[in-house]
């Protein structure tokens, strides 16, 4: 491992860790994308616009980062304004950096960076590091005081997500051209993310793994890649079903059972609002069945029912 690669991981692991950390009104993770952005927006803009290189989509994305600076809201709350302008600009300021950024480097910065995502999970799952935000609550499951998997993020929604783009990143490396240590390595890390990924307590993160997955794989479909998905998706539904079936609290949360709810509720509400939702456009009139209920009318059936 050479010295640009520690490095790297050094960098990497001082921004997950240090990003939750309130400096201020805002955290440490938004004031360093906000002198990211005025750092580069500005010469990026200059540059593309004039090269005559910026799709329509990233000036517009630019623009309208800038028009949430100016509402009502932000004169009362300045820092709020400023946060949301960041976010929103972060989209286009990233495409144009990918798109000037070699493409070996952009390559380097994914996978390592992914790898660094996964392997900083470690200490806060042994209770070595304590996590500034708060992991899923495991109460509703019978285990008071205790909390879902969340790393160094603020919320088990962002760690989950975020270990399911590092763990698609990580499956693109998986192929026949390397050697099978670094083959089995990679798989090794890809079960030790999946196993984060459970401990969340988020389906968001496995959603997002499992179509990604089969996006993968079945684009340029061919025999190969259908018999790496197949071990893949068997190995990796192998230890998910292990886990659920070890873990009562795993089994609950995947069934949409809690103890204020054991049959007929839901963990997140969502399977009762699609149900109800599908109930009332299909028990409306024909026409709504052709063209839908709508938002107005949707919130007022939903209401209703």
């Known amino acids: 491992m050479n010295l640009k690669l520690v490095l790297f991981y050094i960098i990497a692991f001082i921004v997950l860790y240090t990003e939750p950390i309130q400096v201020g009104p805002v955290s440490f993770g938004i004031l360093w994308k906000i002198i990211a952005v005025f750092l580069l927006t500005l ?22 980062a800038v028009k949430t600076l100016f509402n009502y809201t932000s004169f009362e709350y300045p820092m709020e304004a400023i946060t949301i302008a960041v976010k929103i600009a972060m989209s286009p300021l990233l495409y144009l950096f990918f798109m000037k950024v070699p493409k070996e480097t952009l390559l380097f910065i994914a996978k390592h960076y992914a790898l660094a995502i996964i392997l900083i999970f470690i200490p806060y799952h042994f209770g070595l590091i304590e996590p500034l935000g708060e992991g899923y609550n495991l ?3 019978y285990l008071d005081g205790q909390f879902g998997l969340v790393g160094p993020f603020l919320s088990p929604h962002a760690a989950s997500i975020s270990l399911a783009m590092a763990m698609v990143i990580i499956t693109l490396q998986i192929n026949a051209k390397n050697s099978s240590i670094l083959n089995l390595f990679y798989l090794s890390i890809l079960v030790l993310g999946f196993y984060q990924l459970v401990m969340t307590y988020v389906r968001t993160g496995i959603a997002i793994y499992l179509t990604s997955l089969m996006y993968l794989y079945l684009q340029n479909f061919n025999f190969k890649k259908l018999l790496l998905m197949i071990i893949t998706a068997s190995l990796l539904i192998g230890i998910g079903a292990y886990l659920v079936s070890t873990s009562e609290v795993a089994k609950m949360r995947f069934e949409d059972r809690h103890k204020y709810a054991q049959h007929d509720g839901v963990g997140s509400g969502r399977l009762l609002y699609w149900s109800s939702a599908i109930k009332n456009w299909t028990n409306d009139e024909d026409i709504v069945l052709l063209v839908g209920l709508g938002y107005t009318y949707g919130r007022q059936k939903m209401k209703e029912s």
Do not use: G, T
């Open 43 to 64: 010469p990026m803009l200059y540059e593309s616009l004039k090269s005559k290189q910026m799709e329509l989509f990233a000036v517009l994305y630019f623009a309208f």
């Open 139 to 141: 109460s509703i499951y």
